[in-house]
């Protein structure tokens, strides 16, 4: 892989991503306040590694300052399509610029690769619009974000839970539930796995939830979330600055008559807290789900995610999602399989979701 785009405005250069610039590159996501978590370098060897898929992390230079980054991943498959975004498997990733010249380069760059790998289409995953003015560039309404500031008093934190919702923490708390870490994912997969099972999704290989903690290491949280010895839920989190990210997360059957996962994230939001977190990352929900609806619950208020799309080979916006009615009767097969089959043919589906 050359590290060296010809291409260059002004004195802006465009090269490619290598392992010895990864400090660079998370210097600067570090140090710009559009940058997010899922801007980190690491993403490229958690994609890579975990499910093979080809990677072309680009950031723009000048005077050997970097001023730009856009991470991209080629995502292709005869069920799901063929499509290049930034970045599958994350929440956000689109480009992050500090300089004016080096925002046309990374989306020239995208464009120029996109026809090159004759890619169905190019998503870019944003929080606020990057192509607003262009009518090349479709969106559609599918997800929201939900965030929300913390302060370091639990108290302060309980009282502004809606009372419904906090009765519901309250529970999990009499009933004798605890919290505590596990540097392992296997009580966490557990956890994960028989979640995603009754909800009729493909599960994620557990492979893809230790390259991550190995990748991230401290910044990676595996919460665990237990009655005496009997294992109830789980929670993956994402430290950044000075925000937490709950990502990925499941409960036993147990979690339900427990309130487990109503514990679990007060369990979070109280641990984050005490380490100086002031933001509280519930991640991204599609609309009309459970899950948009439990987080609205905690007093949450959506904010639309700008997911961008350009067409290239394909004649219409993708409709990947599990709310897509051709995906019903999947689902409910899905849901009466035995777990160990679903854990074992799970990965191969969702490698191609992103």
Not at 64 to 75: E, S
Not at 133 to 145: A, E, F, G
Not at 187 to 213: D, E, M, N, Q, W
């Amino acid at each position: 892989m050359s590290t060296m785009i010809d291409t260059a405005t002004a004195t802006t250069t465009l090269h490619l991503l290598q392992p010895k610039d990864y400090a660079r590159w998370d210097a600067f996501v570090a140090a710009t306040p559009d940058a997010t978590f899922f801007h980190r370098a690491g993403w490229q060897t958690i994609i890579e590694r975990t499910y093979g898929h080809k990677t072309w992390f680009y950031y723009a230079e000048q005077d050997g300052r970097i001023v730009g980054i856009l991470p991209l991943a080629q995502m292709k498959s005869r069920m799901f399509g063929h499509w290049l975004g930034s970045l599958p498997f994350c929440v956000l990733g689109g480009i992050v610029a500090t300089a004016d010249a080096a925002r046309p380069l990374l989306d020239n760059a995208a464009d120029q690769l996109a026809r090159q790998l004759g890619v169905g289409h190019l998503e870019m995953r944003n929080l606020v619009p990057a192509h607003a003015d262009d009518s090349k560039w479709l969106r559609k309404d599918l997800y929201v974000t939900f965030r929300k500031e913390i302060s370091g008093d639990d108290e302060e934190n309980m009282n502004a839970i809606p009372r419904k919702q906090r009765a519901m923490v309250r529970k999990g708390i009499k009933l004798g539930l605890t919290g505590e870490i596990d540097q392992g994912v296997d009580r966490f997969f557990a956890c994960y796995a028989s979640s995603v099972h009754r909800l009729g999704t493909p599960v994620f290989p557990k492979k893809y939830f230790f390259i991550i903690k190995e990748v991230f290491g401290d910044e990676c949280e595996i919460r665990i979330i237990v009655r005496e010895q009997q294992l109830i839920g789980a929670v993956m989190s994402f430290y950044f600055r000075d925000e937490v990210l709950p990502y990925y997360g499941g409960g036993m059957p147990a979690a339900r008559e427990t309130a487990g996962n109503d514990f679990m994230y007060w369990n979070l939001m109280q641990a984050a807290a005490a380490r100086g977190v002031r933001i509280f990352d519930f991640g991204r929900s599609k609309l009309g789900t459970g899950a948009f609806d439990f987080k609205k619950n905690w007093g949450f208020a959506p904010t639309p995610l700008e997911y961008e799309y350009r067409l290239y080979a394909a004649p219409e916006l993708p409709d990947n999602n599990p709310l897509n009615p051709k995906y019903q009767l999947f689902i409910k097969m899905w849901k009466k399989m035995p777990i160990g089959l679903a854990n074992f043919l799970g990965p191969f589906i969702v490698r191609n979701l992103g």
